[in-house]
């Protein structure tokens, strides 16, 4: 039975030459395999893959199309945020059947949707991640994962139930009506690109919204710029420090972050 795949872009556009890429290894190694860039991946709006409206439109009617398995998407970038909303309200019987995997700013949709019951929301690679290092090995496990072939998870998955975010998508995301309930489940966040003073103010603001969780992990904080003078604690102290103040457990180490290794984690139980 063919898997049918569409890839979006609801932040920004992705390369044709990246899309291409994904297209060719899909072609040679996944012949029972649909998989289609929406036209809308390919625009560009300022910084974003056409204008909201377009975005939006492409979102919800790919959401509600029978002929559509899965929603993968295809690049990060700021953006969802503006359409989540709208799309939520307009998503039909259809969409909840479908799963909607991606992580960075597409975790705003992904809380969304898990927050309404919509499908099956899923942390994973997005398939711009084939231009990572090692990044077709990441491409090739969400597609083994979509078309329903067993595929290794996140290892320190447990009974619980689980999400992952980027912290940065998490912090804007906490406070909304986007929100879901994180109540008992053991929260995964990962960053990239960000002061340590940064991420230190992310945990202040996130663990203020996360009681009743049953605990955090700490994924990859990579890239981080060098400041003028040293933070004087690493990510994994300034997580610990949030989690004592906020009476959270700390539960240790996460494989998820930017970059080929992140790993996939379904959101709730598994």
Not at 139 to 145: A, N
Request: proline content about 4%; aromatic content about 8%.
């Amino acid at each position: 039975m063919t898997t049918c795949i569409t890839c979006l872009c609801p932040g920004k556009p992705i390369l044709r030459e990246r899309a291409d890429a994904v297209l060719a290894l899909v072609a040679t190694e996944f012949p029972k395999v649909e998989l289609t860039f929406h036209q809308q991946c390919f625009l560009e709006h300022g910084h974003f893959a056409g204008d909201d409206a377009t975005r939006l439109d492409a979102l919800v009617t790919t959401a509600n199309d029978p002929e559509v398995d899965a929603v993968w998407f295809a690049m990060g970038g700021y953006g969802s945020n503006r359409i989540a909303a709208d799309a939520i309200a307009a998503m039909g019987d259809t969409a909840r059947g479908k799963t909607y995997l991606g992580y960075s700013d597409a975790g705003t949709l992904l809380g969304a949707l898990y927050r309404n019951q919509i499908g099956k929301p899923v942390h994973g690679p997005l398939a711009g991640d084939i231009k990572r290092e090692d990044g077709d090995d990441a491409v090739r496990r969400v597609l083994r994962y979509l078309s329903g072939q067993e595929v290794a998870l996140e290892a320190g998955l447990d009974d619980r139930p689980t999400v992952a975010f980027n912290l940065m998508t998490l912090a804007m995301l906490v406070g909304t009506d986007m929100m879901p309930d994180l109540t008992d489940h053991v929260v995964l966040v990962e960053e990239v690109a960000e002061h340590l003073y940064a991420v230190d103010r992310l945990f202040f603001h996130v663990t203020a919204h996360l009681e009743g969780v049953a605990g955090l992990r700490l994924g990859r904080v990579s890239a981080v710029p060098e400041n003028d003078r040293p933070f004087g604690m690493d990510e994994e102290q300034i997580a610990r420090f949030w989690c004592d103040k906020t009476d959270i457990p700390y539960l240790g180490r996460a494989d998820i972050g930017h970059d080929a290794q992140n790993a996939i984690v379904p959101f709730g139980s598994r």
